[in-house]
């Protein structure tokens, strides 16, 4: 049987700066290069599982109604084996992060910027996951939403699942 795994976050859309070395403060200094791609810890972690292709993900975000969310609901669920459980909120643009990359050291610097985007609320993920009973696994990511997430994961354990929680 293929295993079935839920994830419970963010994504986000993180645009990335490629400089030779990170630049000085109040210094201006041209990219190499600019990347736009699918980010976030929800995200990135469906992407890799998603080149597993040994198992399918559920992956519950909060999306917004602008492009990228539709970019990025459609390219994550063109691999066949991630689903987005999407709560969708009209007029909400997706967080982002912009980084800068240093060839130099390898180093990155993220700046994020949520914006008018919440955070998913326990009502929110359980309206979007109809039944729990079908995952083998359950990974539920926060940043600074901790006590949804605590109640989101006694949730789960009410319904005598188990559940991995990660910080």
Known sequence: MTPKI???GNICKDII???DSYPAEDRKVKALSKETRIGGNAGNIAQVLAQLKDCYVDCCVKLGSCEFSKYTKSS??????VRLLAVVEQDMDIPESVVLHSNETGSRTCLHFRGNCND???E???SAVS?????QWIHLEHRRNGLEVLKIA???KRLRLCVDTTA
């Open 6 to 8: 839920l994830i419970v």
């Open 154 to 156: 006694k949730e789960i």
């Open 124 to 126: 929110e993920v359980f």
């Open 131 to 135: 039944d729990l009973s079908k995952y």
């Open 76 to 81: 994550l669920e063109s691999t066949a084996t």
């Open 120 to 122: 998913l609320n326990c």
């Open 17 to 19: 700066y490629s400089t």
